[in-house]
C-alpha cells in the first residue's frame, strides 16, 4: 500500500497533507531498509576499559580473557588503560558512555566495592550506573617479608612485631588498595600497629627487594620469580583455600585470622541501560571464554582463579562486596573524609 502511495506521490495525484505521511512513511521504510542491512552486534572492535595502568596484575589479567574473548565473539577487543584516582577515572569514563555494548569495563573489587567507602566524592554508583555482565575471578593476595628481617614465619613475624614493631614497615600500592586493606585488617586482627607506607609509583616491590621497606601483601604473579628465588619469603595467603602454586603455604584463616579473607576480584560491567540481549550475548560469550583450555593453561600457576558468575549473581556479589568493603576501609581509616 505504502509503495503505492509512493507511485502516486511521484505522479503529482496526492493532496499536500497525504504527500507529507507519504513522505514520513517513505522515510521510515529506508531507515528500516537500512537498519536491516546492518550487522549483528558486535559488528565493530569493543572497547574495554582497564582502569589501571599497563603492566599491572590487573591489566595482564585483562589482555589474556580479553584476547579469548576477541575468538569467541569474533570481534576485536581494544584493551584501553584509563588510570587515575584508584580506578574511579577509567570506571566513570565507562559508566558515562552509551550503552551500545561498544564501551566496556574490566572492573575490580576497588573500583565497584572499595571505592564507594575511600572516595566521598566518587562520580558514579557502582550499582545504579553499570550493567553487570559477568564476574571473571579474583587473586588471592600473598604476605612476603624481605629476607633482611630474619622472619620466616607468621609466628616470626608475631614475635618481632611484638618485640621491636618500629622495625618492620607494610608496604601497598596506595591508600584503600587491597595490599593497605590487607595490612590494616591484619594489624587489628593481631593488636599490633605496624607502619604502612603507601606508594603511588610502583616503586614498592622494589623497595622491598632491597629492604627499604619490610613487609607486603602482594598477588601471587609478580612475587613468583622473587619467591622462587629467595629474594622474598612467603608467610600466608588471603584465599579461602592454600595457592596450588605454594601448597606449603598457610592461609590466614588456617592461622587463626578468619577476617583476613582476601582475593581481589575482576568482572565485565557495562554503562546502565545495556540491552538485555547484548548483555546475554556478552555473558554467555566471557562463560565460553573461561571455559576454553587455552585461556585456563595460560593463566596456570599465577596465582589466579577463574570464577565465571553471570550477570544476575554478579549484581548480588557486588552489592554484598560493597557492604563487606567497609570493615575493611574503617579498619584502614582510610574512609571517605
Given at each position: 500500500?505504502?509503495?503505492?502511495?509512493?507511485?502516486?506521490?511521484?505522479?503529482?495525484?496526492?493532496?499536500?497533507?497525504?504527500?507529507?505521511?507519504?513522505?514520513?512513511?517513505?522515510?521510515?521504510?529506508?531507515?528500516?531498509?537500512?537498519?536491516?542491512?546492518?550487522?549483528?552486534?558486535?559488528?565493530?572492535?569493543?572497547?574495554?576499559?582497564?582502569?589501571?595502568?599497563a603492566?599491572?596484575?590487573?591489566?595482564?589479567?585483562?589482555?589474556?580473557?580479553?584476547e579469548q574473548?576477541?575468538?569467541?565473539?569474533?570481534q576485536?577487543l581494544?584493551?584501553?588503560?584509563?588510570?587515575?584516582?584508584?580506578?574511579?577515572?577509567?570506571?566513570?569514563?565507562?559508566?558515562?558512555?552509551?550503552?551500545?555494548?561498544y564501551?566496556?569495563?574490566?572492573?575490580?573489587?576497588?573500583?565497584?566495592?572499595?571505592n564507594?567507602?575511600?572516595?566521598?566524592?566518587?562520580?558514579?554508583?557502582?550499582?545504579?550506573?553499570?550493567?553487570?555482565?559477568?564476574?571473571?575471578?579474583?587473586?588471592?593476595?600473598?604476605?612476603?617479608?624481605?629476607?633482611?628481617?630474619?622472619?620466616r614465619?607468621?609466628?616470626?613475624?608475631?614475635?618481632?612485631?611484638?618485640?621491636?614493631?618500629?622495625?618492620?614497615?607494610?608496604?601497598?600500592?596506595?591508600?584503600?588498595?587491597?595490599?593497605?586493606?590487607?595490612?590494616?585488617?591484619?594489624?587489628?586482627?593481631?593488636?599490633?600497629?605496624?607502619?604502612?607506607?603507601?606508594?603511588?609509583?610502583?616503586?614498592?616491590?622494589?623497595?622491598?627487594?632491597?629492604?627499604?621497606?619490610?613487609?607486603?601483601?602482594?598477588?601471587?604473579?609478580?612475587?613468583?620469580?622473587?619467591?622462587?628465588?629467595?629474594?622474598?619469603?612467603?608467610l600466608a595467603?588471603?584465599?579461602?583455600?592454600?595457592?596450588?602454586?605454594l601448597?606449603?603455604?598457610?592461609?590466614?584463616?588456617e592461622?587463626?585470622?578468619?577476617?583476613?579473607?582476601?582475593?581481589?576480584?575482576?568482572?565485565?560491567?557495562?554503562?546502565?541501560?545495556?540491552?538485555?540481549?547484548?548483555?546475554?550475548?556478552?555473558?554467555?560469550?566471557?562463560?565460553?571464554?573461561?571455559?576454553?583450555?587455552?585461556?585456563?593453561?595460560?593463566v596456570?600457576?599465577?596465582?589466579?582463579?577463574?570464577?565465571?558468575?553471570?550477570?544476575r549473581?554478579?549484581?548480588?556479589?557486588?552489592?554484598?562486596?560493597?557492604?563487606?568493603?567497609?570493615?575493611?576501609?574503617?579498619?584502614?581509616?582510610?574512609?571517605a573524609?
Amino acid at each position: 500500500m505504502l509503495m503505492n502511495a509512493v507511485r502516486r506521490l511521484r505522479a503529482g495525484v496526492l493532496f499536500p497533507a497525504a504527500r507529507s505521511m507519504v513522505a514520513v512513511g517513505f522515510a521510515v521504510l529506508v531507515g528500516a531498509a537500512g537498519t536491516a542491512h546492518a550487522g549483528p552486534y558486535p559488528d565493530r572492535p569493543i572497547r574495554l576499559v582497564v582502569p589501571f595502568g599497563a603492566g599491572t596484575t590487573t591489566d595482564m589479567l585483562a589482555r589474556q580473557v580479553g584476547e579469548q574473548l576477541s575468538t569467541v565473539l569474533g570481534q576485536r577487543l581494544v584493551i584501553e588503560n584509563k588510570a587515575g584516582a584508584g580506578g574511579t577515572v577509567g570506571a566513570e569514563a565507562v559508566a558515562k558512555s552509551p550503552p551500545d555494548g561498544y564501551t566496556l569495563l574490566w572492573g575490580t573489587g576497588q573500583t565497584q566495592a572499595v571505592n564507594v567507602s575511600v572516595y566521598k566524592s566518587m562520580r558514579y554508583d557502582p550499582l545504579k550506573d553499570f550493567e553487570p555482565i559477568a564476574r571473571i575471578g579474583s587473586q588471592p593476595l600473598v604476605l612476603v617479608a624481605a629476607p633482611s628481617v630474619g622472619i620466616r614465619s607468621l609466628d616470626d613475624l608475631l614475635a618481632k612485631a611484638k618485640s621491636s614493631p618500629d622495625s618492620l614497615i607494610f608496604a601497598s600500592t596506595g591508600l584503600g588498595s587491597s595490599p593497605h586493606l590487607a595490612a590494616a585488617m591484619f594489624n587489628q586482627s593481631v593488636a599490633i600497629d605496624i607502619m604502612h607506607v603507601p606508594y603511588a609509583n610502583g616503586q614498592a616491590l622494589p623497595d622491598l627487594l632491597t629492604g627499604r621497606t619490610t613487609l607486603m601483601f602482594y598477588p601471587y604473579l609478580p612475587l613468583k620469580g622473587f619467591i622462587d628465588s629467595g629474594e622474598l619469603v612467603p608467610l600466608a595467603s588471603t584465599g579461602d583455600e592454600r595457592l596450588p602454586e605454594l601448597p606449603q603455604l598457610p592461609t590466614m584463616r588456617e592461622a587463626g585470622y578468619p577476617k583476613l579473607v582476601i582475593a581481589p576480584w575482576y568482572a565485565v560491567y557495562g554503562p546502565a541501560g545495556m540491552p538485555a540481549d547484548i548483555v546475554a550475548l556478552l555473558e554467555g560469550a566471557i562463560r565460553r571464554a573461561l571455559a576454553d583450555k587455552y585461556l585456563t593453561d595460560r593463566v596456570a600457576n599465577t596465582g589466579t582463579r577463574l570464577e565465571f558468575l553471570p550477570a544476575r549473581e554478579l549484581a548480588a556479589f557486588t552489592a554484598s562486596e560493597i557492604n563487606r568493603s567497609r570493615d575493611f576501609v574503617a579498619a584502614a581509616g582510610a574512609g571517605a573524609k
